[in-house]
C-alpha cells in the first residue's frame, strides 16, 4: 500500500508537467499564427487604396479576434487525461482550426500564356551615334 501511494505520488507530478508541456507547445504554435496574420494583415494594409482602408482594418481587426478567442478556448480545452501518442495528433487538429483562420484560402492563379518568339526588325537594328 506504501509504494502504491508513493507511486501515486510519482506519477502526479509527471502528468501535470506533461499537461503544462502541451500547453506551452500549443501556445507557441498560435503565438506563430497570430503573428503571421498580422504580418499578413500589414502587407493587405499597405496595399489598399486609403478609401477602402477603413472597412479593411474592421475585417482585420474582427479576424484578430477570433483568431485570439479560438486560441483562449483551445487553451482552456487542454485535456490532462490525453495518452501522450495522442498529443501530437491533439496538437494538428488545434492548428487546422486556427489555420482556417489566420491562413488566407489559396486563389488559384491562372496559367501564364507562353512567351511569343522575338521577331527580327525587316532591316536590322541601326544604332545612330549622337551628333
Known amino acids: 500500500m506504501r509504494t502504491a501511494l508513493l507511486l501515486l505520488a510519482c506519477t502526479l507530478p509527471v502528468l ?7 500547453k506551452e507547445l500549443i501556445q507557441r504554435q498560435q503565438q ?11 502587407q ?3 496595399k489598399a487604396p486609403a478609401a477602402a482602408r ?3 482594418e474592421s475585417r482585420q481587426l ?3 479576434q477570433r483568431l485570439e478567442n479560438l486560441s483562449e478556448q483551445q487553451r482552456l480545452d487542454v485535456r490532462p487525461d490525453t495518452p501522450q501518442s495522442l498529443r501530437p495528433y491533439e496538437r494538428e487538429k ?6 482556417s483562420l489566420a491562413v488566407p ?7 501564364a500564356l507562353p512567351a511569343q518568339p522575338i521577331v527580327q526588325p525587316p532591316n ?5 551615334a549622337p551628333r
Open 16 to 22: 501535470a508537467q506533461q499537461q503544462d508541456i502541451q
Open 32 to 42: 506563430s499564427d497570430s503573428f503571421n496574420l498580422q504580418l499578413r494583415q500589414s
Open 44 to 46: 493587405e494594409a499597405l
Open 54 to 56: 477603413p472597412a479593411l
Open 62 to 64: 474582427s479576424d484578430r
Open 94 to 99: 488545434l492548428d487546422a482550426e486556427r489555420r
Open 105 to 111: 484560402p489559396e486563389v488559384p492563379v491562372p496559367p
Open 124 to 128: 536590322g537594328i541601326r544604332l545612330e
